[in-house]
């Protein structure tokens, strides 16, 4: 069973260019959780999503940033027209429907030139 | 949820026990403690959790205090590969996100 699925492992956008996260969850898990850590700082909340809703959104950045989990595929966290402050690794996790720990992905790291 | 509060450091020899403290002195009843670590820019790892009763696994021991205020991560055998920071989570059973703090840097030494 392999674990949470992050692709790419690191990515390259210039300034104004849009960047898509990708996340394919642990096989039967329906929550998907998505953190950022900037460099030398702590893991940041972003965002919590089950199959095709948004169920927090609280630590989001109000504009250029989205976030989906369709029904079918990987969730995709999007940024788009990139600035250098969005450099950092994103973490993607998820979990079943119970308190249980989360099982987080290797993450992304997302350059801004 | 409740805040936790870590020491920022921590030093072990190796091969000797781990044990990283965490007070939680708010929690509420239905909140669960739980323990990941991050080892150097990985993604954080799942360790550990428990409600009321001392937990074991295979790779730590989670022991909370009657009242609940406060726990005790124990690695009982110490290794370098532990060098991570721990995280102490507390968080509702019903909760979504886990809020991360700033955890204890764990530095195992030979």
């Known amino acids: 069973n392999a674990g949470v699925m992050q692709n790419p492992r690191h990515l390259v956008r210039r300034r104004g260019q849009e960047a898509r996260l990708r996340c394919s969850p642990m096989?039967?898990?329906?929550?998907v959780y998505w953190y950022r850590q900037l460099p030398e700082e702590g893991l940041k909340f972003m965002v919590y999503?089950?199959?095709?809703?948004?169920?927090?959104e609280s630590g989001m950045p109000k504009e250029r940033f989205s976030a989906e989990f369709p029904k079918e595929g990987p969730s995709i966290l999007r940024i788009q027209q990139v600035v250098r402050g969005d450099s950092a690794a994103y973490f993607c996790?998820?979990?079943?429907?119970?308190?249980?720990?989360?099982?987080f992905g290797s993450g992304t790291r997302l350059t801004v030139v | 949820d409740a805040k936790t509060t870590q020491p920022t450091s921590m030093d072990c020899a190796e091969g000797r026990a781990a044990n990283l403290p965490c007070n939680h002195s708010?929690?509420?009843?239905?909140?669960?403690v739980y323990w990941y670590r991050q080892i150097h820019s990985q993604g954080p790892q799942y360790i550990i959790h428990g409600l009321k009763n001392n937990e074991t696994n295979e790779m730590a021991s989670l022991i909370i205090t009657e009242d609940r205020k406060s726990s005790t991560l124990i690695l009982p055998h110490a290794t370098l590969r532990d060098t991570a920071v721990y995280y102490c989570?507390?968080?509702?059973?019903?909760?979504?996100?886990?809020?991360f703090g700033e955890g204890t840097q764990l530095t195992v030494n030979p």
């Open positions: 096989k039967g898990h329906s929550h």
């Open positions: 708010t929690i509420s009843g239905n909140e669960y």
């Open positions: 999503l089950q199959k095709e809703n948004i169920i927090d």
């Open positions: 989570i507390v968080r509702e059973t019903s909760g979504s996100r886990l809020t």
């Open positions: 996790a998820s979990s079943l429907d119970r308190p249980d720990g989360y099982t």
